[in-house]
């Protein structure tokens, strides 16, 4: 059978196939590469140009992991921590479902402690917090569509109001100026539209 293997490779009408159909092959790849590359450029256009951004958010009141009695929380926290339903508390008065104890007289819901009327506070839990507000859902709608193409990558895998929030406090080159120095180095963490008031140096 190996004899008869070499025998027939050393034929040139079979190299010739061979070569001919390696040819195709890579051709055919190359020219759907390039198809495919065009369309994602006309659609990044259309989308850029045409039509506005379809942001996944919900806003609804309902989350699954409520159902079954589990929360998500913002997790860094060294000393507090912010639930999905907008109750801020101490790391030790979360339960082991991720939920904030709200039994407890510390906790408290959608509060806006260490933030300022811009909706830059200097607590991240808090921001996320006041963020989490039903009052802030139109204000979290006009950010979005608003939101410049830079951040589309961002705020796209976005699911729920929860999410956005966790995303929205955390500190960007919004919050920045010069690239290394923060706009507001107290209040930097920010839900509201616009980046920090630039405070004076």
Known sequence: GA??????????????????LSLVYFLTSTFKQE???????????????????VWKVKFGS????????????????????????????ERKDLLVNGCCNVNVPSTKLHSCESCLPNGCCSVYEYCVSCCL????????ERFLNRAAIAFQNLFMAVEDRFELCLAKCRTSSQSVQHENTYRDPIAKYCYGEYPPELLPV
């Open 133 to 140: 507000q039903p009052s802030k859902q139109h204000l979290l």
């Open 3 to 20: 004899v008869l293997w070499r025998r027939l490779l050393r034929k040139r009408w079979v190299l010739g196939v061979v070569f001919g």
């Open 62 to 89: 309902g989350n699954s992991s409520q159902l079954s009695n589990q929360c998500r929380n913002s997790v860094q926290g060294k000393l507090l921590i912010t639930d999905e339903l907008g109750y801020i508390c």
């Open 35 to 53: 198809e495919r590359t065009v369309r994602d450029r006309n659609l990044l256009q259309v989308q850029e140009h045409e039509q506005p951004i």
